[in-house]
């Protein structure tokens, strides 16, 4: 018999991630516990959300590890946050920072730059997705909770981690919110995925290009919670509780493949939005300073920052692109490239057509 084969020993990279992803897993815990008040508010009932939750933390860290651990990615981080905490700019920084912030998560403006609808959709989504997590997470973690006081049926009492913040009355338009707060988080998703699926059905760049896995389970899996979301509503409100056993469970059950699939899926990008928003100062500070001119043609094409970094992440993961003459490739325009790769080709045409070897030098 052939012995089997021993599995290779994890490596460096994956021992680090994943513990980042199981301090995170930890830390949520924790936070539950502390939140929970030793889990006194916790609800029993929301354990299988809590669970999923956590493992997602785990993933979630895993993966954001790993992802921050590459060259490139690696590169960008430690410079944008080289570039933040410079003395003199944290002030100007941190102004830029904000308004970064407030461009890119907040108004979406680079995708209305793009497309229209296409910035509608996704803000639809973004916002709905967010309301919904701001009130289910800290519910599920029994961080907060409400509950109708002793001395009054008509009163309605709010709690954040035990502490009562507000009380108002049950017939309040304050009231009717809370209540229907996920009902307008579901209402905001179904409107996104809605315009979302009619612009994927009439661009045609859009349809050549994408993926059922990628594009189109996500929004299958928004659209799940969010129609069971809304089914409950109208079980309890209109139709006298007509299969709300039924619903919850399967209203369940979607959430939680929801949250399994955040990590591995297109929804990380949630996780790495935040930390992109740093390249924006990097391409800040690389346009004021020193730019890079063209080897070839002399003219400037990027910043020096960047070509110096690009050099650095080509060497790390051991790409060569030293040129025969002295200098880099990196050093040469990227119009300058295309000529040179149209007259290299031009070259071995014409010594194919003399008969000669295509990839001789004296060619």
């Given at each position: 018999m052939t012995p089997a084969k021993r599995a290779p020993p994890p490596s460096r990279e994956a021992l680090r991630a994943a513990t980042v992803g199981l301090s995170a897993s930890a830390l949520l815990i924790l936070g539950i516990y502390v939140g929970s008040r030793r889990f006194k508010d916790f609800d029993v009932a929301l354990v299988p959300y809590a669970a999923a939750t956590v493992f997602a933390a785990f993933a979630l860290g895993y993966r954001y590890a790993i992802w921050l651990g590459r060259p490139p990615t690696k590169r960008y981080f430690q410079q944008s946050l080289a570039i933040f905490f410079t003395r003199g700019k944290i002030?100007?920084?941190?102004?830029?920072?904000?308004?970064?912030?407030?461009?890119?998560?907040?108004?979406?403006?680079?995708?209305?730059?793009r497309s229209t609808l296409r910035w509608l959709a996704h803000f639809c989504i973004m916002w709905g997705c967010l309301l919904a997590a701001a009130v289910t997470f800290p519910l599920s973690f029994g961080w907060i909770r409400f509950e109708t006081p002793r001395d009054s049926q008509e009163m309605y009492e709010a709690f954040?981690?035990?502490?009562?913040?507000?009380?108002?009355?049950?017939?309040?338009?304050?009231?009717?919110?809370?209540?229907?707060?996920?009902?307008?988080?579901?209402?905001?998703?179904?409107?996104?995925?809605?315009?979302s699926l009619y612009r994927r059905s009439r661009d045609r760049g859009v349809l050549a290009v994408q993926e059922a896995s990628s594009d189109l389970l996500p929004l299958i899996l928004l659209f799940a919670i969010s129609a069971t979301g809304v089914l409950l509503t109208i079980s309890t409100h209109f139709m006298n509780g007509f299969n709300y056993t039924f619903l919850s469970q399967f209203h369940a059950?979607?959430?939680?493949?929801?949250?399994?699939?955040?990590?591995?899926g297109k929804f990380f990008h949630i996780v790495q939005?935040?930390?992109?928003?740093?390249?924006?100062?990097?391409?800040?500070?690389?346009?004021?300073?020193?730019?890079?001119?063209?080897?070839?043609?002399?003219?400037?094409?990027?910043?020096?920052?960047?070509?110096?970094?690009?050099?650095?992440?080509?060497?790390?993961?051991g790409i060569r692109y030293g040129l025969a003459g002295g200098g880099h490739y990196q050093d040469v325009c990227p119009p300058c490239r295309r000529k040179n790769l149209a007259l290299l080709q031009d070259g071995m045409w014409g010594a194919v057509r003399r008969g000669g070897d295509p990839e001789s030098k004296e060619s």
């Open positions: 002030l100007a920084n941190t102004l830029g920072l904000a308004r970064a912030v407030y461009g890119s998560l907040f108004t979406q403006r680079f995708i209305r730059e954040v981690f035990g502490v009562r913040v507000f009380r108002c009355r049950l017939d309040s338009p304050l009231a009717s919110l809370m209540f229907n707060a996920l009902v307008v988080s579901a209402v905001l998703v179904l409107v996104g995925i809605f315009l059950v979607t959430v939680i493949l929801t949250l399994l699939y955040i990590p591995f939005r935040p930390t992109q928003i740093g390249v924006q100062l990097y391409k800040q500070e690389g346009a004021a300073g020193e730019q890079a001119k063209c080897a070839r043609c002399g003219e400037p094409f990027a910043s020096a920052l960047q070509v110096g970094d690009l050099k650095r992440v080509q060497a790390e993961l």
